[in-house]
Structure formats: structure tokens, C-alpha cells
């Protein structure tokens, strides 16, 4: 597909037809099966400053929390005592975590749970990325935000897009599954911008891809800017399925931030996975990268079966498996 066809469809020219062309495409490859990945949010710490993010350094309101490597294990159990086959260990960009804990998370989390290990820990160093590899680590989130240079910049302070996307390539040579993704409606993003990012999202061939609406959290610098539209971020999400038709494509709880039911509907329309947060309900909504996000103040246990509960409502089911790459079993 071109830019310029993606274009209309971002524009609305055949919304019907695109939302059930992109259910059907999922439903061929996918079946009914929803993956469930349980989020381990276990430090909001960062160093950076992402004008987006409520998590940014410069934020001082923000309660600052860690847990513990061994708190970290202990939700990768409880990951498999609910039967979710992957978590994701997510966090700021806070290097007070060393090599050595991370692996230590990854090697410990694989022996006591058998889980699939996802880390989405930002922008650590390459021989990091190898080392966390090498000792079992399966698979790496890291969205790019925008494919736009100048917009990357302004979002993104002190930091580069073409940084960003090395080591997107590093991930790859090290043998991860690799995910990335973009914030759609962020301040600044044109059609035109949107419609290149989705384009370059798809050359890059990504087992995982995350969209977004963008959420102003009123700490940043962009408190007051409107909020990305749910309709937008669905119709990204359809075209992605038909660029992508065997990527992971999760429904975010960014849409649900913005509109209670909007993640659930978003599996009706090529999204096959769902991630509700495992972290522990002392500290999760600390995590607030944007208001809303972890407002759903309950055990870990009823989220996820919140979680499947509304997979459930969309005529879906909520699966148990592993669910990684198909994209990579068929090359
Ligand atoms: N620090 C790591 C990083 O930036 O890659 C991982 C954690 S970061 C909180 C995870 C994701 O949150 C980012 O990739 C970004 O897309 C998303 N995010 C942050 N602030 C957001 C906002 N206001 N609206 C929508 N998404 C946001
Ligand atoms: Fe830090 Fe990630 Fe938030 Fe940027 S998006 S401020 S890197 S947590």
C-alpha cells in the first residue's frame, strides 16, 4: 500500500471496509485468541524528558518508586500461577538497575515461571541489549514515537531518531523479537507525518508493533494539547494489520485512558493481544506516564481477569499460549 492510499484510510475514506478488513485478516491468522502479556511496571524513575511523559525527569510531583529484583521475580510467578505466558518488564530509563539485575530478573523470572521475558527499559547500551540476549531475554519493546526527525527532537529532548532506530537494529542482530510503535496525534504529528510512520513501521518487518493515542498528562509541557482522537488511533491500528497481517498488534491501554470500553473495542478491529499491569496495587499508580493510566485500582489478579472479561465481551478468547512471533516462524 502507498503512503497516499494509507493517507485517505487515516482519513476516513473507507472506514467500514477497513475495520472489517483488518478483523477478517486477523481472525484468518490469529483465530479467535487474544495473548494476554502481564506488564511488571517496576521503577518510574527516568533520566529523560520526554515532553509527553508524566515520568519525565523534570516532573518533581511524581512519587518515585523501585521495587526490588526479587519483587520483580515474584510477579513473573504470579504471572503463572494467572497462566499468562509473557511478561513485560517496563520501566523509565533508570540505569540504577545494572546489567547484572536485569539479568538476574530475566534468568530467575524464565527458571521459576517459564515465562516469555519482553523488556521495554528505553534506550540502554548495545552491549547491554547483547548481554540481557544472551542470558534468555526473548523479545524488546521499543516504540519509536515518530519516524519524523524534527519532530522526534522536539518530543524527545537531547535524544535522536536515528539513535533510536540503531538500536532497534541491534535488537534485531541480537535475535529478540523486537516491537516498536508510535504515539499517534502526538503534538506536532501531521496526516502526512502519521502516514510515513506507519510506512516505516512496516519496513521494518517488527514481530510486535504498538499504537497509541497520545494523553496529556496537565505535569508536562504538553498538558494543555488535545488529546489524540480514538478514531485516529483505530483506523493506524487497522492499516498496520493490513501492512502487518502477522505482527503482535496490542490494544493499548492508552485508548482505554481516554475512553473506559475503547481498548476491547480496539480487538474488533486487528488488534490480537492485550496487556493489563501486574505491577503490585501499592505502587502502580505512581506509574502515571498519563492520567488514567493504572486508574483501575485493583489487585493484579482482577485486572487480568478484567482483562479477559472484556476480551470475552468482543466474542474473543482470552489465550493462555506464549503467543510469540508468527512472523518469524514463517520467514
Ligand atoms: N522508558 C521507556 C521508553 O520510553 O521506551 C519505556 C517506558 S515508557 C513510559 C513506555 C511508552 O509510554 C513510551 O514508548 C510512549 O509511547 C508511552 N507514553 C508515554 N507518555 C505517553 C502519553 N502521554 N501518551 C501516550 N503514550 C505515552
Ligand atoms: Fe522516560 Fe520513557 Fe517517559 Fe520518556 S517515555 S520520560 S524515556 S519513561
Redesign the pocket.
Known amino acids: 500500500m502507498q503512503q497516499a492510499e494509507i493517507a485517505k484510510l487515516l482519513a476516513g475514506a473507507d472506514d467500514p471496509g477497513l475495520f472489517s478488513a483488518a478483523a477478517a485478516l486477523t481472525r484468518e491468522n490469529f483465530g479467535d485468541e487474544v495473548y494476554l502479556r502481564g506488564v511488571v511496571e517496576f521503577s518510574n524513575h ?5 515532553r ?6 523534570a516532573n518533581t510531583a511524581v512519587h518515585r518508586y523501585r521495587l526490588s529484583v526479587e519483587d520483580v521475580i515474584a510477579c513473573a510467578g504470579l504471572a503463572r500461577e494467572l497462566s499468562i505466558g509473557t511478561i513485560v518488564i517496563q ?3 533508570d540505569f540504577h538497575y545494572t546489567r547484572h539485575d536485569i539479568a538476574r530478573i530475566v534468568v530467575e523470572a524464565k527458571a521459576r515461571a517459564d515465562v516469555a521475558v519482553t523488556l521495554s527499559l ?2 540502554r547500551a548495545d552491549d547491554e541489549l547483547l548481554f540481557w540476549r544472551e542470558h534468555g531475554a526473548d523479545r524488546y519493546l521499543l516504540k519509536v514515537e515518530t519516524f519524523d526527525e524534527a519532530l522526534y527532537a522536539q518530543s ?1 529532548p537531547g535524544l535522536t531518531l536515528a539513535d533510536r532506530l540503531a538500536r532497534l537494529e541491534t535488537l534485531r542482530r541480537a535475535g529478540y523479537e523486537v516491537g516498536s510503535g508510535v504515539i499517534t496525534d502526538l503534538p506536532g504529528m501531521t496526516p502526512e507525518i502519521l502516514a510515513n510512520d506507519l510506512v516505516r513501521l512496516a519496513e521494518l518487518d517488527l514481530d510486535m508493533i504498538a499504537v497509541g493515542p497520545f494523553v496529556p498528562h496537565p505535569a508536562t509541557p504538553y498538558g494543555d494539547a488535545p488529546a489524540g482522537s480514538i478514531l485516529a488511533a483505530f483506523r493506524a491500528m487497522a492499516v498496520l494489520r493490513l501492512l502487518s497481517p502477522l505482527a503482535n498488534i496490542p490494544s493499548t491501554s492508552a485508548l482505554n485512558a481516554l475512553r473506559d470500553g475503547a481498548r476491547e473495542q480496539g480487538l474488533t478491529l486487528g488488534a490480537n493481544v492485550v496487556m493489563p499491569s501486574l505491577t503490585p496495587e501499592t505502587v502502580s499508580p505512581d506509574y502515571a ?1 498519563y492520567p488514567g493510566k493504572n486508574a483501575f485500582r485493583a489487585d493484579a489478579r482482577s485486572r487480568v481477569e478484567a482483562a479477559r472479561e472484556a476480551i470475552r465481551r468482543v466474542g474473543r478468547m482470552p489465550s493462555t499460549a506464549v503467543g510469540g512471533s508468527k512472523r518469524r516462524r514463517h520467514v
Open positions: 527516568c533520566r529523560n524528558n520526554c509527553y511523559c508524566g515520568l519525565r525527569v520501566s523509565g530509563d528505553g534506550d524527545r506516564i
